[in-house]
Each structure stands twice: as C-alpha cells, then as structure tokens.
C-alpha cells in the first residue's frame, strides 16, 4: 500500500517530521510519499494562509497522487480536505478529522490541545463542520513556536502533557487529542504519562487511510463527493487539469 | 490478533452469519472468536429484550474476552457498549458506531438502512448518542423479517438497494449504513448496486477494532470508562465478578 | 392508588430511605411498595454496573409490577427506564426525568447537583438523552459517600447547599434538581435554605407517577413503546417470561 | 385548592368551554376560576393579537390570582407565560408547555396537532423557546374555524384523529399533543380512537398545576422569575401596580 | 426616509437619548421620530414589565407609524418586535436583533455586555429565540444603573470597555455587542478603547432599517408575518384597531 | 465610496451580469470594481473548483482591493470569505451570507432556492457554517444552466417563482433567497411574483458592504481576523505578498 502525505505548508521540516513519524506507525509495507507545497506559507497560521493552501493541497494531490491508494492531509486544519476528497478516485482523510473520528470510539467527552491562539477559532470552525462539537468537551491552547524548530518538539512535550492532565481534571476530558502535523507520532511518547488514550493526527490519518484502503469501497459516483468531470480550467497547472479530466 | 464478537441475542444463526462474514473481511492473521448468549431474545426486537441484552453482553464479555485484543458488539443497537467499555482493558467497538464514524470519511450525508419499523427509533436514539444526528440526512426502514432465515439475506438485497438508491436521489445521502449484526459483509455485495460507498457494521466494526489494537492506546485510568474495580456484586456470575476484580 | 418503586441496587438502606421519603410525598391513599433488586451492585458506580442494572429493572418490573398502578425508577441514572416503560401496560417515570420536566415549569436555567466525579458523564448523557440539554445550566458534583450511610445524609446537606448556591449565583440556575435516589424528599429540608425551587427525584417521580395514573391514558398499541408481546425469551426469570407473554 | 385559569382571549365561549372541561379533569375538591380578558382579540390568530395578549395575561393574574393557589394560562400559544410566571408568587403552567413535558414522560417522539396554518410558526418558536424542538417528531395543521363554534369540536374531533393517525404512521409519533384551548378535555374522548397516548393542553395543565401546588416549593427569590418588587409604572391597571408592589 | 423609534419604557431620558444618537448617525436626510410609551414601566427590567412593553410596542407602532418608512425597536430586549414586524406594511427591525446579525459579518465569535444580571436570562433567551447561540462566545453582565442617569453613560464606559477586554481576551469573543437602547450610539465612543469591532443596538438598528428602506421588499401577504386584518378587538386603542383594520 | 465585487471563477459573463446590477442597486454615489479570476474555472460546479476559487478570491482581493471601501464576493459559495475578511483592512462580505442576514430581519424560516443538486451540499454547509440552518425551512434546487447563457436568466424566472411558491405553500418560507451570483438582481423581477420578500445575494451584499462602510469599524486586531502581518511566502503573485506585508 502507498501513502500520500500532503503538506500544503512549504516547510519541508514539517513533512520530514511527519513522513518518519508516519513510517514508524504504518502497517508494515505500507509505503509512505510526503510531498510539500512548492507555494504559500511555511506554516500556515492564519485564515489567509489557509486558502492559499487549500489550493496548494488541490495542486499537490494532483501531481502526485497517481499510484498512490489514500491520501492523509498534513495539515492540521484539514486544509483541502473535502476538494481532493472529491477530485480523487481514491480516499482521502484529514488527520484532525481521523484523529476526533477515531477518539470518538475511546471515552465520552474529547479533550483538544492546539497550538497558536489566534487559529484557535478554525479549530473550532472545524469540529464544528464535522458535526462533532458535542463530543469536545474542553480546548486548551498553548502558544508557542518551538515545535516548529528542530528538536523543539522534545521541550514542549511536558506543557503538553500539563495542559491533558488539565482537561482531564477540569474539564472531564476522556480522551486528548494533540493537534499539529508537527505533532505527528507524539502519542506514543505522551501516552504513558496521560491517564487515558491520546492521539495525534498523523498516526489517526495514517491508521484510518489503511483502514478504508482496506474496505475497499466504490468511489462515489453521484453526490457532491463523485468525480467534477472535466473542466476548461484556465491557468492551473498541468497536473489539475490532468486531475479533472481524469475523474 | 484475536476479535471476540458479542451476539447478546441467543440466536446462533446470527452469530455464525457474523462469525463467517468477519473471518472473510479481518486481515490476515486475525482469529475471530463469537460467541452466542445463553439468555435472552433470538433477535432483540424492543426496547426490553434490548435491556437484557445490555446485561448479556456484559456477562459474554466478562466471559470470554481473555486472550483477546479487542471486541466487537454485535448487534447493531449497539447493546451493551459503554458498559464493556468501560469493564474491559481491551478496545470494544460497537458495529453501528463504527459504521457511521467509518461513513463520516466517505461523504457528508449519511443515509441508514434499517429493518423493522418499531425499532427505527432506538437508531434515531444510538445515532443521537454518538453526537451524529446532523450527519445523517435520511432513513429507510425495511419490513421483513427474511434476513433471519438461512437464504433469506440474498432475498432481501434487491430492496435494501432498492431503498438505498432513493435515499442518494431524494434524500442526497452520499455513504449508505446499512444496520442489521445479520447484513455482516453485505456491503461487498451491495457495493457494485449502488453508486456511492455502502458500509455494514460488523465489516467496518472489525477494521476499527483491528485499528484500535494497532494504536496500542492506553486503557483509561480515569474517568467514567475506567475500570470500575471490585465491587461487592451479588448473585451475578462468576465471570463478572472476576472481570470487576481484575478490572 | 399503588405506586411500585423499583431500586436496581442490592442495598435495602437505599430503598428503605426512598420508601420512606416516598411514603411522606405520596398522595393520602397511595400506597408504596418498593423493591430492590437481588443482584446486581449494592450502588451503581459505574457504567458496567449500571448495564446490570438495566436488567435488573426489568426483572423487577416483570416480578412486582401486578397490581401497581406505576412504577418509578428509584436509580438516579434513570436505569431501565425505557425497557420498562415498554413492557408495562402502567406509566413508567424516571426519577431524574421527572425532576428535569419538573423544573422546566418552574424557572430558566436548571442547576443540577450530582454526587460522584466518576459517574458525571452519565448524568450528562441522560440529560441529553431527554433532549434537555439546552435547559441545563450548571454542574456541581459533590465527591462523598456519606449520604450512604446511615444518618450520613444530613451530614452532607450543607455542602448540597453551598454547591446550589454557587450554581445560582455563578451559572444563573434558577431552578435546583439534586440526584441520587438515597436524595428522596431532600426538598423539603433544603428548600428552605435555597432562594430558588428545589427538587429531588423521588418527590417529583412520585408527583408524575400520580398525575400520569391520574390522566388515564392509554398504553401504547403501536410504536416502539408498545409492549412487545410474547417471546421466545432463553433463561430469563418466570416472572420476565411471563411479562412479555402478557404484553 | 383553587386555580385560575386564565383566557387572555375576549372570547367566553372558549372560557366556558375550557372551565367546564377543568372541573371535570381537576381533582376532587378542585376549585376552577376561569376568567375572560376584557380587552384584545375574541381568538387570538397573529402575532400582533398575542402581543396584547401578553399583556391581558398579566392584567388578569394581577387582578384575579389573589387567594388562587395556581395558574393556568389558557391559550395554546402560553401567551404571556414568563411574566406572570415570575409576577406571581404561586405556580404558573402553560398548557402548552405542560402537555409537552407530559408527553415526554409517555413516548419517544410527540406529534403535534395544531390548528391554522397561519399561526403554526408560534407553535414551532414555543417549542423551540422551551428547548423541546428535538422530541417533536412531527406537526399537523388543520385549516378550520368550526372549534370555535357551539358544538363545531366534535364536528373536528374525526379530522383530528386523522391527523393524529397519520403524525403515527408517516411521522412515528408515540404521543400525540392537541394544541387550541377550545380543545379542553378532549383527549378523554380522543384516546379511545387513537393507538398511542393523547393529551390536551387544558387536562395537563390542570394536572401540571395541581402537582407543582402539592410540591409546595418556594417562589424562587433571585434570578429572572423572582418578584420584580415595587414599580413605578405608569397607567397600567390597579392591579397590576398592586401585583407588582405586592411582588 | 422617516425612521420611527419605538421606546416601550415611560423613561424620556432613554428616548431622548436614542433619538439623540440615532440623528447623529443615520443617513443624511433620514428624519428620527423617537416615542415614548404613556404606560409601563420607566425602564424594563423584569420579565412582567417586558409583557406589558410588549403591548406598549403595539400601540405605539399603530399610533406613530403613519409615513414612516421603517421602526426600530429602541428597547434592547427587541420588546414586541414580532408583533409589530406582522402588523405594520413597513420593515421593522429589532435592536438587539440587528446588532447580533450586523455582528455576524464582522468577526467569528460575538461577545456580549449587558446590564443588570436579573435580566441577563431574557438577552439568552432572545439570542436563542434569533437561533444565534452558537455564535455567541460569551457575555459579561454589568450591575450599574448609572446609565440611566444623565452623564452616568460616560461614567460606565471604561467598566464596559475592561468587560469586552476581557471577552477578547478569556472567551476569544472576535466582535463586541453592547446592549441597551441608553447605550446608543456608545459604538462611536467605545471603538477606539477595543482591539475588534464594536457594535452598539441603535446604531446598527438605524443602519439596518435604512437598508431595508433601500431594498424595497414586498410586505409578507401570506405566512405568519402578513397583515393580521381586520379584527373585532376590543377595548384596544383607536390606534390600534385602526391598525388591524388597514393592515 | 467604491465597491470591488470579486468573481473567482474565469466567466466575465457572469462577472459583467454582476456588476451591472450592483450598479443598479448601489446607493447613488457608489464606484462599482468588478473583477475576474485569471485562473480556475469559469462557473465554480465543485467542491475542487471551490478549492481552486479559495485561493482565487484570496489573489484578486490582494490585487484589487486597494482604493476600495469595501468587498463583496460574488460567488454564491461565498468563496474565500474568511480568508479575504482577515486580510484586508476594508470590511468583507459574502453574497449569500448578506442574503441570509438580511432575510432574517424579514420573517420566520427562510426558504433557498439554488442552482445544481450536485453543489446543493456546498450550500447546506455553507449556512450550517454561519450557524443558520435552523433559520431555514427548506430548500429547492433547480437543475439548469440556462441562467449561465446571455439571456437565460429570464427564461428561468418561472421556475424560480414556482419553486419559491412551492417552499412558501409547503416547507411554510416566510421569506426567499435565490443563490447564484449570477441572479444578481434578480429580486426586483422576482418581488412582483412573489406573496413574501425575496432576495439575491448581489443586492444583499451591495447593501450590507455599504453599510459596513458606514458604520466605520476599526479593523480587528486581534483574534482570528486580525491582519495576518508579514509572512515568507513562497511563489504567490506579488500581489499576495504585498497584501500580507500590509495587513
């Protein structure tokens, strides 16, 4: 099987993180392809940020999702989650989306830690376009670069895992999930030192994109999810006018 | 990896059509135990048998979930899940959850296939207990009591498509579940009818139950899905006061 | 009038202190039978104990509902309820149910103390279950064991209090629902110590019990609250087999 | 006991016809006061006609709740509810609000059969205002004025019943709910046509009343529904500048 | 364009005040008629004083409408807006309601100050009743009468600009309403102290009712908001009457 | 004041159809700047165009914004909304957001009717986003491409005011809106037709940007709409960069 890891940030950093963390949690033989964004923002913080990277997802799936059996956004937002989800014949999963879909089989209420105060708010918007705002029970934020840093990661690991043990306590948190495609495998490191189950996005994407892979399930054919058909796009790049015309 | 499935109805029939539909659809390697209860309903069918079943589903996994790295519930009200949960240090999974967590990856609108109108409102309720009312845009209820005869499921797959086609042309349904512990694999069969993804339960409970051991999660310490530990229970079997003890 | 209190807990101290509290609410000539059940946990803590419970309920409706004109749920999770409710040809309430409804008629927001941090969860998810989330505006969870124990009621009453208070003047409750069954006929001492309606479970289940029986209304023929009808039930109690038939 | 049912409609028909229907459904020893407002709209059938309305509900309490024990708001859309609710310092019930509350005690989902097409937005905005939209599983409207005649309710009551039947059929109520105060009691003679449990506005309110007097639970002295205190209102009645000094 | 500004307080302070503030920010050319109800209460501040601003509303609308081209509802509680809404041919616009959806297109989440805390319940109640709840991010309630005082409103504007600071800061509220009709205009006033945009009732209120103006949009003739007609009221104003008779 | 109405897609049909009615329906006085997507697809009909779209509203604001007073989006997705809000200092509004607002101040439910089953989803999400859908009751989708040919619009307004008629009779629309930029206008033809006001997205958001204009708010500067600031993006038109090293 072959994954396709889409970093629509150009922070190339980030994918590396994620493609060993996501080589380290995949079934074995699983093949991992990261790609990165050759446009927009090292690492999108903003709502700006966000839309040019919703194409930069678009663009990416399309130059390379060819050969490849699922896609994982890698980035925490979902970004271009549902456009590729429809462009392509194969599925496609957001890591957030699989991390609270998957928690939601763990315990009651989910507690988030996200990282950045000011995008706070987009994770909230994207619970909420799930359906899932029911099921999150507490959000804390911790504001800092350091995960975006080499060997930051490590550091922020303990105020991490201060802010769970705070919305367990407070909050009635059952399950954490950790946001942030840099964040990618940290649940094994923070889960022995959380009271219960925690996830991260990269593992969660990486486990639910094998999962449907392995259903096996027809490609919509009808809906607002079927192929767009092809189009007379005007100024995209080869790939996604290649892409449309092939779905 | 072991799966133990957990028919709270007394119906072996059941059971066996579940058992052989999970070993065709586990990976490989994986060994499915299921097992039957030795009281209640042949098929839960009210609100009343579902009560006993909450109890027997309790008293099989207290049973027979030793040696074993996850479990699936099957029945598709979901019978007995949280309590399991929560008893056990193993994942447990319910057929239906799974199912509908599995279709929010597929689509926006999920549209349910059921059997027996009096029972359709305990799905509306299971569906409101997950936080996923919004994400399903339409329901069909199919009056027959077929599948539960030898044969009689291959009879009945003609309308379960037949009501699944009008859930995706009036309803816009995007994915279809279709319920029923005895439709176990059925949607390799109803895949190429129907123009979108199509899930049953028992094949996307065991994915989700084979991706949960893989995770390697803790068990939660705290909270309401923590063990509840020794108890001075009375006149219950042998098995649930271990599986309270060691719990 | 015969109201059966049904106690799905194995601990006589619970049923006898609802039984009294029951006795002093009801109306002149309502009689009180109430029942605890011979299996199951001394008191439901957990979920898996509440799932024993579930069956419980219905085995002793099935065994001592003849001749009652209503049964009320003397389990503050509500425990069985809706298996109950089914079964029987009588009304059929849940002690926190009729609180919640109760209080609607009687303020804004509804401030709810509970005891256990353990078992919060549930009470949530019950109050979901009712569709009355919305109206509930705060939570104060006492951690105690005391009302448990002979006298120990009236130990904890000041600290029932000082968490009412705090719901008012911090959450705006203006209406105080306290659970717990060993709670019954709270109302009466603490409602001269709080500045807003009070209620217990077992008062107001008392109250709906009698006004339901009063309107004489019809069971229900059709529907998943109509009684199910004979069965092949396996290994259940007589008295179960025999409520089905009867049904 | 005594209580006030107040009609803030000019029309004494409809008073007539919901006291006669009181008397029968109260208890023994019950006293029904029934008054008419001397101002506004005979029916009230728009918006404009309930906000006068809303204030001949207070004009009435003011005048004729001294030495009541209870109050019963007489029109189906609860007009004027809240403020006499928190003016007075006994209980105040809406019909409406008390047969839907009743209703969640008997069933799942509870039809409704309103009357008028022009008005059925209120119903839905009542509904909504008390947090209940989610147990409503289905409306019906009826276009007719004949209730509202001397002798026009029986001529409906087949209408009625057929829409009830239907709400069970298509919609899957469990309950039915009759809106219109006109409509007192006539769920003693609807019951037996119909195949799930049927209440009236009038026979819960009146039951509603009755248990929240026998509740005997204080006035709540904070928050939005405590006594507003002396006022210096301008032209209103004497009564009401006495309710509210009183207050 | 003639705007009428409905003041349901006896408080000329309050109108004078509003007409004041409205005149400075309208339209060049819009003219400002601002009346004041001759019964009720100085300023409303109870759930009964707000049921008979609702009347007042009524008649005032059916007194001073004539040759207005649009009313504002210049008691924050929006007090009798729907009443007023269906009986007049001209738009009506709700200040509380037009701040809330003017608010909407500024920022994600909105916070709110309000006066009084008895009274905070009722602006909960009217947000809900908008179906705006989820985009309210959290409120803060401020205990002063000063406004109402001549100078007073000067006096109370760094304590709401700490409040809304503390919005944006502890509830990540995006954009400030600040209600009360008193508050007019404080918009202008308050801007410069807040990091995020700050809307107040009357300034949006004039806003929006112009725009409607300017939109030239048939009156409802059909649905709940259509012209009640000619009814047989009684003992209601001239105004009134002749209202219901031209409508 | 000055106007940019922003066309992502590569269609100066529409863009032209656009602008000229914003002429017609801007207040005197207001310059109207419509501009076209240089890239993507000339009628956005998926959810990957969509995509494309995000980041072509994001370039053409960056690239024509300055000078102006305001933004509207005139595309019916309202795509690039959020993105563009937090960019730029001018307020930013979407069509179908204005539309829906704007609607709000009009009656009860409000009744869509849109263009393509294929996007109906898009649209259902887009209001779910707003926090809306209980505000709407019930939509209608038209299947045509009629309105995208020079002269087509006309020939589609029958069925336009037929599905309108529908909503109003059946689904109880107490107020209309038609999506699609290129209806723009659209509700000065339709308004004769119709008995509740309608209206288009274009005329909408002309009079909520102008009046955002008028009010004259301060430009968050905090929280998720706050101005992005300078980043290091890569290989985004100049304009792009240049709009974040001012924002």
Same sequence: chains 1, 2, 3, 4, 5, 6.
Avoid at 45 to 65: D, F, N
Avoid at 120 to 125: F, S, T, V
Avoid at 128 to 149: F, K, N
Wanted: one cysteine or more; hydrophobic letters at 45%.
């Amino acid at each position: 099987m072959k994954l396709l890891l889409v970093n629509a940030n150009t922070n190339t950093f980030v994918t590396d993180t994620v493609a060993a963390a996501a080589r380290k949690c995949a079934s074995p033989g699983t093949e991992i392809l990261a790609v990165t964004s050759p446009f927009g923002a090292p690492i999108i913080e903003s709502r700006a940020e966000h839309a040019i990277g919703t194409y930069a997802t678009l663009a990416l799936v399309a130059e390379h999702s060819e050969g490849c059996d699922a896609v994982i956004i890698a980035v925490s937002y979902d970004t271009g989650l549902a456009g590729a989800r429809e462009l392509l014949s194969i599925p496609v999963v957001g890591m957030t989306e699989a991390a609270l879909l998957t928690a939601c089989m763990l315990g009651g209420r989910i507690g988030i830690v996200s990282f950045g105060r000011r995008v706070a708010p987009l994770y909230r918007e994207l619970v909420a376009s799930y359906g899932l705002t029911d099921r999150v029970g507490g959000w804390r934020v911790i504001e800092s670069a350091a995960p975006y840093r080499p060997g930051g990661r490590d550091g922020i690991r303990p105020e991490i895992a201060t802010q769970a043990r705070d919305l367990i306590e407070k909050d009635g948190a059952e399950v954490i999930v950790v946001t942030g495609a840099v964040m990618a495998g940290m649940q094994a490191d923070l889960q022995p030192e959380l009271p219960v189950p925690v996830l991260d996005g990269i593992t969660s994407g990486i486990a639910q994109a094998e999962l449907l892979v392995r259903l096996g399930l027809k490609k919509a054919e009808t809906g607002s999810y079927a192929p767009p058909g092809p189009r007379d796009l005007v100024n995209v790049t080869d790939a996604v006018s290649r892409a449309f015309a092939q779905a």
